[in-house]
């Protein structure tokens, strides 16, 4: 009997390289049926396809914020530094970055901003709900370059500082460690700051009801009586929806306890539509203590959650929103 593989080269019975392929390999290994057992891996595949993509899309964010690196990094060589003594020297680097962000918030998201003339020209402090990610404030930050001509700094987690090649990006676009005398005086300096009382910890383990965790954190509040600004609320409609974290498993939430680093897995990045709402400003008032503070300006974003988000928050929804026609909000 003329074996399978002896017949694929002698030509004897016609059939597609393909074939015969399967046919060396089940002589090769020994293994029987191998077509069979290789159509259920792509079976397989096919069935886990989008669950994979979901776990991958969120790093490029990750991606885009180095490819915003690596822009800086080339600006840094080529532009010439007599320009450093007639403006700032990153003003054109930044204006850059704010286009391609603000273009890929626009794309992806459908990116608006609500109450932005609630902006000061003067200092003030904004407090925001954390998604799993700062997207939105990425989109936030870019917006107000672009509309006001304004940079936004930022209060950053500890972790941010020690990401690999993020030095240069987090000195240009004024991200602070969030000691409360930098604060105050980046405050009294006239520049606009925004802080995520519920930090990391929000970010991976509220959930899609959009729970404020804030703990008794006061700082931002102590810092805006010290400064004699006014704090504004700011909240991002579907920002969970966006990007979800699976902080809701019990061993995520014992490794961040003990590690304190966010080694939560991500998913998503879905083009979910994002809105993003200022609150009326809480002004300084010299009587009010730091909790009293703190505590209406949580108020302030619980009022937003509950009148732009639906809870509890849906991926699908707020899809549909996303490619919806709809009136546009006040």
């Known amino acids: ?16 390289y393909f074939t015969c392929l399967l046919y060396v390999l089940e002589e090769w290994t020994g293994v029987q049926h191998l077509e069979d057992y290789l159509n259920y891996v792509v079976y397989l595949l096919w069935l886990f396809a989008p669950l994979a993509v979901s776990f991958i899309l969120p790093g490029l964010i990750l991606l885009l914020l180095y490819v915003s ?12 530094l007599k320009e450093a003594y007639s403006n700032d020297f990153w003003d054109g680097a930044r204006q850059v970055l704010a286009t391609i962000w603000y273009g890929h918030a626009r794309i992806w998201n459908g990116y608006e901003v609500h109450g932005i003339e609630k902006i000061p020209d003067g200092p003030a402090i904004v407090v ?22 304004r940079i936004c700094h930022i209060v950053a987690d500890h972790f ?15 991200v602070k460690h969030g000691s409360q005398e930098e604060c105050v005086k980046a405050l009294k300096n006239g520049d606009l700051l925004a802080i995520a009382p519920g930090g ?13 965790i804030w703990g008794n954190r006061k700082g931002f509040a102590q810092v805006a009586i010290d400064a004699e600004v006014p704090v504004i609320p700011m909240f991002t409609q579907n920002v969970r929806e966006g990007i979800r974290s699976l902080g809701g498993i019990r061993f995520f939430r014992l490794m961040y306890e003990y590690l304190r680093l966010p080694l939560v897995p991500l998913y998503g990045n879905f083009p979910v539509k994002l809105r993003t709402y200022l609150g009326e400003p ?3 008032h010299p009587k009010v203590t730091a909790e009293e503070l703190a505590e ?6 619980q009022s937003l959650i509950n009148k732009h988000q639906k809870l509890p928050g ?9 490619f919806a026609i709809q009136k546009k909000e006040d």
């Open 69 to 80: 690196i690596i822009i800086l990094h080339i600006y840094k060589r080529r532009t010439d």
């Open 200 to 212: 990391v910890r929000e970010a991976l383990f509220s959930n899609e009801n959009y729970s404020i």
């Open 128 to 149: 925001f709900y954390h998604g799993a990610t700062p997207i939105d404030f990425f989109y936030f930050m870019a917006t107000i370059l672009i509309r006001k001509k």
């Open 296 to 301: 209406q300006a949580k108020t302030g974003v």
């Open 1 to 16: 009997m003329i074996g399978r593989n002896e017949s694929c080269n002698s030509n004897q019975i016609p059939m597609s």
């Open 314 to 322: 849906n991926v699908f929804r707020a899809l549909r929103e996303r």
């Open 160 to 174: 941010v500082f020690s990401i690999p090649g993020f030095k240069l990006l987090l000195d240009v676009f004024s």
């Open 282 to 284: 809480i002004p300084y």
